[in-house]
């Protein structure tokens, strides 16, 4: 058997609709990792790049068994988000997915949670490895929705599973054997989301894995680009083959990139070099926030200042008050599924939820997972999506099985005062008992 080692390259961008980069992505010739950060304000970035510095550590010589290290490791990444909430409530929220392929010389050992994805290109041919821990993805495996549908369904990013720092979400583990000149791809939702497996297939088969991840990149941005895009790529390649002096990892280093590359931390692997003590280069920019002396008129900008916010805060109010009595979102409402038209927020002196409609199917019906996530709260974008979330979740209901009503005895019938039929009776009775007994 032809001993193997891979080429890798990582690649990221913030997308065209979002602000901050919340996945975190790691290549090296040990280790390939991709984390999706969720939470938005309640810190998706920084659950990544937690979660990225704890499962990186792996990127040395094992010597113990690579999937029963991958899964400890998992463990104590999970454990840190734990500890992270305790000490600071405002992120309350937060996770990430997670996709870890640790290489033990012959095989992968895979760690996966979530919905970023693994995919195989071999021989042109391109299979998804993974599995999406989705609520649609549920929907697809029961049959109920085909893969098309699960493509565009109002709630595809609803996950029945992720990194949160508690212990109710396990990772699957399994092992992945490579083949000569296999490609693979780990990728967060920002690419999946945006193209499809023909187009990906396409570019994962271009003639190198950095143009390779260039150009998944930017065909996800011209979708569209709604989320970050994040991009880790190995090809498999014999072990005493020369380095490619074309791609970025002929030097061997680890590649970071995302959120986890903007905190400083020791590196990992190796290509570990220690934190630098190396003084930071002055920064020209600085001086366009230098301090300057007050003004005689600062109270009077600070009064416009205030002014002006107090304007934009009204028509902002106004208009976010719109905006939220045009969402709808299903909940439970005196143990019934309710539709609900707003939003689920709580703001003193202000309601903005109301019910919509209240339907016939109990909570108590529902199986635990399900109850849950009616509990939580499933937004919609309509109504129609919010009454067909129910029907939904109608199909899932246990229904009762209907008691059967008695039937009334009737009427007795006086006793014949005859003593020659209560013979005969009785006469029956003893014969039938007898042939019985024969």
């Known amino acids: ?37 969720m939470g ?96 649609v993805q549920s929907l697809v495996d029961e049959g109920k929705i085909t893969r098309d549908e699960a493509r565009v369904h109002p709630h595809r990013s609803l996950l029945l599973r992720a990194l949160l720092g508690r212990d109710d979400n396990e990772a699957d583990l399994s092992w992945l054997q490579p083949m000569l000149g296999d490609r693979y791809l780990l990728c967060s939702d920002g690419l999946t989301d945006m193209i499809n497996d023909d187009v990906i297939a396409r570019a994962l088969a271009s003639e190198t894995i950095d143009m ?27 072990k005493s083959a020369e380095p490619d002096p074309h791609l970025s990892s002929a030097d ?93 927020a709580d703001i003193p002196g202000m309601t903005l939820q109301h019910v919509e409609q209240m339907t016939n199917v109990e909570l108590t019906t529902l199986p635990a997972f399900r109850r849950k996530q009616v509990e939580d709260g499933i937004e919609a974008p309509s109504k129609a999506d919010a009454l067909k979330t129910v029907e939904q979740l109608d199909e899932f209901a246990v229904k009762p099985n209907p008691t059967p009503t008695p039937t009334p005895n009737p009427t007795p019938t006086k006793p014949s005062a005859s003593p020659t039929k209560t013979k005969a009776t009785v006469s029956t009775a003893v014969e039938t008992e007898a042939t019985w007994r024969r």
Do not use: C
């Open 252 to 344: 061997g280093q680890p590649q970071l990139v995302g959120a986890a590359a903007s905190q400083a931390r020791p590196r990992t692997g190796t290509g570990s070099g220690g934190t630098s003590t190396a003084p930071t280069p002055f920064d020209p920019e600085e001086l366009r926030y230098a301090p300057r002396p007050p003004s005689r008129l600062r109270w009077l900008r600070w009064a416009v200042v205030l002014v002006v916010l107090g304007a934009i805060l009204g028509v902002s109010g106004a208009a976010a008050y719109s905006w939220s009595q045009r969402q709808f979102f299903v909940a439970a409402q005196d143990g019934k599924v309710t539709v609900f038209r707003g939003v689920r």
């Open 40 to 135: 938005g304000a309640a810190a998706g970035d920084l659950a990544s790049s937690e979660t990225m510095h704890i499962i990186r550590q792996l990127d040395r010589e094992l010597d113990v068994d690579a999937m029963g290290a991958l899964g400890q490791a998992v463990i104590s990444a999970n454990t840190r988000l734990g500890e992270l909430i305790a000490d600071d409530p405002a992120v309350e929220g937060m996770g990430t997915t997670l996709d870890a392929l640790l290489w033990d010389g012959e095989k992968f050992a895979v760690a996966h949670l979530g919905d970023s994805r693994v995919y195989r290109l071999r021989e042109r041919s391109l299979t998804q490895i993974s599995t999406d821990h989705t609520f």
């Open 1 to 37: 058997m032809t001993a193997l080692s891979y080429r890798y390259v990582a690649l990221t961008d913030t997308g065209l609709r979002r602000s901050t980069n919340q996945d975190s992505g790691y290549a090296s010739n040990r280790l390939l990792v991709i984390a999706d950060g």
């Open 212 to 238: 390779a991840a260039t150009e998944l990149v930017r065909l996800a941005l011209e979708a569209g680009g709604y989320d970050n895009v994040t991009v880790v790529v190995a090809e498999f390649v014999e």
